[in-house]
């Protein structure tokens, strides 16, 4: 970097860098920062929305952790936008519709996003997210009146490749 703005823009510019720090401490915080306003952003225009749909989906990683991501689609200025909002470690590796709700609520609640504005879900077809009683669906439905959900098509894409023979 020192010899690009040496290049760019001479010697004495270049001495400026070494001021600045860039030990690992200083790039997390600044990594955490950009991406702690991203979603404030985001979650502030899916406040100002009339409405918004979610799809979290949960699943374990290669350390065998549960972890829960969420898409959020919303409106502002008469587009439909969807935005990957987070993504969270979860507490256990078997994870509940409890769980998944919880996750959610901290952070909707935190953010003063409304559970009322909530129209749609977007969910695969795990019985922590389907369950009748204690899946993450019917937990949500219950605090948000209107809310309606759909089996993911790429969920549904990838069950059925599973069965496709291979092409000879």
């Not at 919880?102 to 922590?128: E, M, Q, R, Y």
Request: hydrophobic letters at 40%; glycine letters at 6%; aromatic letters at 6%.
């Amino acid at each position: 970097m020192k010899q690009v703005v040496v290049t760019m823009l001479g010697q004495t510019e270049s001495k400026k860098l070494m001021v600045l720090s860039l030990s690992n401490d200083t790039l997390r915080k600044r990594i955490v920062g950009m991406s702690e306003d991203v979603l404030e952003q985001i979650l502030q225009q899916v406040n100002d929305s009339a409405y918004y749909a979610t799809q979290p989906d949960e699943s374990l990683d290669i350390a065998s952790m549960s972890q829960l991501s969420v898409f959020i689609r919303y409106v502002s200025d008469c587009e439909i936008i969807e935005n990957y909002a987070f993504c969270r470690v979860l507490p256990t590796t078997t994870t509940t519709g409890f769980d998944i709700l919880k996750c959610l609520n901290t952070l909707f609640v935190s953010k003063n996003i409304g559970w009322g504005k909530c129209v749609g879900i977007c969910i695969d077809g795990a019985a922590a997210c389907t369950g009748i009683r204690n899946g993450v669906v019917k937990r949500i439905q219950d605090v948000a009146k209107s809310a309606k959900w759909t089996h993911c098509f790429i969920h549904r894409e990838a069950l059925m490749a599973m069965d496709l023979s291979p092409i000879e």
